[in-house]
């Protein structure tokens, strides 16, 4: 679904390192909560995602009644 071939598969090493700098960025004691909020971000970009896979399949379901249905 998405192109993700300018950045490549990411290994354990690479996660561990990304990983590593973020707690030492924000912590020990924030991560918890970046964590968090990280998470109900997510959750929330994949609940809009598929309302709007949801509009997009119901427009085309009405668009195909309608060319069909005039004929």
Same mark, same amino acid.
């Given at each position: 679904?998405?192109?993700? /071939?300018?950045?490549?598969? +990411?290994?354990?090493?690479?996660?561990?390192?990304?990983?590593?700098?973020?707690?030492?960025i924000f912590g020990p004691r924030k991560l918890?909560?970046?964590? %968090? /909020? +990280?998470?109900? =971000?997510?959750? &929330?970009? &994949? &609940?809009? =995602?598929?309302?709007?896979? %949801?509009?997009?399949?119901?427009?085309? %379901?009405?668009? &195909?009644?309608?060319?069909?249905?005039?004929?």
């Open positions: 679904m998405y192109n993700l /071939a300018l950045i490549g598969p +990411l290994g354990w090493s690479e996660l561990l390192i990304i990983l590593f700098i973020i707690l030492i918890p909560e970046v964590a %968090d /909020a +990280l998470g109900k =971000s997510i959750q &929330k970009f &994949k &609940k809009a =995602s598929r309302e709007v896979q %949801d509009e997009i399949q119901l427009n085309g %379901d009405e668009d &195909k009644k309608n060319t069909g249905s005039g004929e």
